[in-house]
């Protein structure tokens, strides 16, 4: 379709008038406007004045932006401030750009000299607060376990537009649903009034579809005009059969009316889509339905009574009677919004998005899994490829478990939402089981999912018995405690948590004196601080994990050997060592991998320190701060530790390290 430029439409206007450098601006401002930033960036660059003018720069930065060119946006921000620029927007784009290319401490300053213009009342406030709090958590998003490897579907498949909520068929593996908003769509461009515009108008939603066949896709055939319409048409699932095919119609993507059609339309043209009495009411802002079986749905909702923004909820049908909507609870919905749930057959994996702050930006993918007994184990971000900086959502495991599809507007992209597929390095294997009613069914009531566990005993029969090597965490400095060898040292200490949940860990920090004590014991706690935030996002409750700030004070080599500083030391001290309580974990044997120092360069300090540990004893709290504490006790005593639970929002300063046998003898 060949789409009237608002230039053309000047001269429509005005014939006869030649079109002057100051309509390009009055073009490029209308296209803004309309959302529309690909035309308005050749308006402004239309414009031969612009290079002097920081206002347009700006704008334009944002038009290179919402274009995915980060760069250029970056480039136009500079120069604007460069012009003398007080429009702190030049901020918050620096700062969305520099967090499209992952480049997360730029986005986070840039983020906060953004912040430092608002006040707390401001609308911003709280979003650009969220956007640091994403920075801080994605810093290191390179050193995390990838799970999968990430190809965007390609031109044949994706436009500038956008391509989202992908489907496989139930029938026919091999072909995948989609919804696009593209041109070419049945209503063309229309206004938010649903009104022919070719100057302001988006195009809507239309349902296409592709077969994916030896690796190639095929050509993207749209469906029948009576199902596609000059509203937006929005695919949402099949009936378990492939019969029915489940669809919204509505004004805007966020709203509609849900309709159901049996394919009998393209056998009767004369027949038009059925609406349904259906318990999603996408009318109501219900939306991302998705059919488990005939007799079990889920969907997000902002209903009342839920956590925050869209929730997730699930509803069953008993006796032909659909039951009331059951809110996920709080161990998958937060006060961001979650929505796009996907539940692989074997009921036990629940993929969803949310914009939570433990996120790369945006929404991302996340990954609920049940335990045995139906109660959530874990909820965890898939993590690096298949998240970006831009918005993920609409995952479709295959359904053999080798891959999946999923949507996404990252930068790399065509425009828009693009789909992509992510190849699994470990196969789904739950979506070659089937089960007819998901266990955590039985672990609900109107709340949401219960999550209280079974007694230990009885839960842990069932384990096999198993063996695990703790091995201390080395590190060179500060910005060194989460590198790769670590990082692969504490997924299997998760794992081992996540399977065993009644264990509960020490984290020992050591470190070399490098001055004054206060700071030695500070940063170590801090370092074990670290390793703390990477196992809660893991999915490890935080009261799990006890922290020990020992700093220098209980080296395991001579820190001085004839004089000079060891270098055995160098290597040895500085190292976090991981404790393992599992009285209640008979099932679990832990064998613990310390450095091998020999006798002549051993020192006592860390060897009493550790046999004391192994037994009953207790320490003083001399105080308990919310900062570093700067006292002389400090340097008057060899034996202060800093301890801190990871749940708790103070540090205890505590001192000697007494058996309670001695106690008793006394």
């Not at 001290?573 to 006798?599: C, E």
């Amino acid at each position: 379709m060949h789409r009237i430029s608002i230039y053309t439409f000047y001269l429509f206007l005005l014939p006869g008038i030649s079109l002057a450098q100051k309509d390009h601006i009055k073009a490029a401002e209308i296209y803004m406007e309309a959302g529309k930033y690909r035309e308005a960036l050749t308006e402004f660059n239309a414009y031969q004045k612009i290079e002097g003018d920081p206002k347009l720069i700006l704008k334009r930065g944002v038009c290179y932006y919402n274009t995915n060119q980060p760069d250029l946006c970056i480039k136009d921000m500079v120069t604007a401030d460069r012009l003398k620029s007080v429009d702190n927007i030049k901020y918050k784009y620096t700062a969305l750009s520099y967090m499209a290319k992952r480049d997360y401490s730029d986005a986070a300053k840039h983020f906060k000299m953004y912040l430092n213009t608002l006040k707390r009342k401001d609308k911003e406030w709280q979003l650009i607060s969220d956007q640091i709090k994403r920075c801080g958590y994605s810093v290191n998003y390179k050193f995390l376990p990838q799970l999968a490897y990430v190809e965007n579907l390609g031109s044949g498949i994706n436009t500038v537009f956008d391509e989202f909520g992908v489907v496989q068929s139930p029938t026919r593996p091999e072909r995948y649903y989609f919804s696009s908003a593209r041109e070419g769509s049945v209503g063309g461009l229309r206004n938010k009034d649903g009104l022919a515009d070719n100057i302001r108008g988006q195009f809507a939603s239309d349902m296409y579809m592709a077969d994916l066949i030896d690796g190639n896709w095929g050509s993207v055939l749209e469906f029948g005009t009576l199902l596609n319409s000059p509203k937006h048409d929005i695919l949402q699932d099949f009936s378990q059969d492939g019969s029915v095919v489940y669809f919204t119609k509505g004004m805007d993507k966020a709203s509609g009316v849900l309709y159901t059609d049996t394919f009998s339309i393209e056998k009767n043209p004369e027949m038009i889509p059925v609406s349904q009495n259906f318990p999603f009411r996408a009318e109501d802002g219900d939306k991302d339905l998705f059919l488990f079986s005939d007799s079990l749905i889920l969907f997000s909702s902002m209903k009342q009574g839920g956590y925050g923004g869209y929730d997730l909820y699930f509803m069953e049908r008993k006796d032909n009677v659909w039951q009331n909507p059951v809110n996920f609870g709080p161990s998958v919905n937060t006060v961001a919004n979650e929505t796009a749930p996907y539940l692989i057959r074997s009921g036990n994996k629940l993929y969803f998005s949310s914009d939570r702050t433990d996120g790369y930006g945006g929404y991302d993918i996340f990954l609920a899994t049940f335990s045995f007994d139906g109660t959530i184990n874990s909820v965890l971000n898939v993590g690096y490829p298949i998240n970006s900086p831009g918005n993920e959502t609409d995952t479709e495991i295959s359904y053999d478990g080798m891959y999946a599809l999923f949507s996404s507007d990252r930068v790399e992209g065509y425009g828009g939402q693009d789909l992509y597929i992510a190849y699994f390095k470990d196969q789904v294997t739950g979506q070659l089981e089937t089960v007819d009613r998901p266990l955590f069914l039985n672990h609900t009531d109107d709340s949401g999912l219960t999550l209280n566990l079974p007694a230990a005993s009885d839960r842990l029969k069932d384990l096999p018995e198993r063996d695990y090597v703790s091995r201390p965490l080395y590190f060179s400095g500060d910005e060194d405690v989460l590198n790769i060898a670590n990082l692969n040292n504490l997924k299997s200490l998760s794992d081992v948590m996540l399977i065993y949940p009644e264990i509960k860990i020490d984290l020992y920090s050591h470190y070399l004196s490098e001055g004054k004590k206060e700071f030695d014991l500070y940063f170590s706690i801090k370092r074990a601080e670290k390793v703390s935030e990477y196992l809660i996002k893991s999915g490890i409750k935080s009261n799990r994990i006890n922290m020990f700030g020992c700093g220098a004070n209980y080296p395991l080599a001579l820190p001085i050997i004839n004089n000079i500083s060891s270098t055995l030391a160098e290597r040895s001290n500085k190292r976090i060592d991981i404790r393992l309580q599992v009285d209640m974990t008979r099932n679990l044997k832990v064998m613990y991998d310390y450095p091998i120092v020999a006798v002549q360069y051993r020192d006592t300090l860390w060897d009493d320190f550790n046999d004391i540990n192994q037994q009953l004893n207790f320490r003083v709290v001399f105080t308990r701060v919310a900062q570093m504490l700067r006292n002389d006790i400090i340097n008057l005593s060899n034996d202060v530790i800093i301890e801190k639970n990871a749940s708790d929002n103070q540090y205890s300063y505590t001192m000697g390290n007494y058996l309670f046998t001695l106690m008793q003898k006394k």
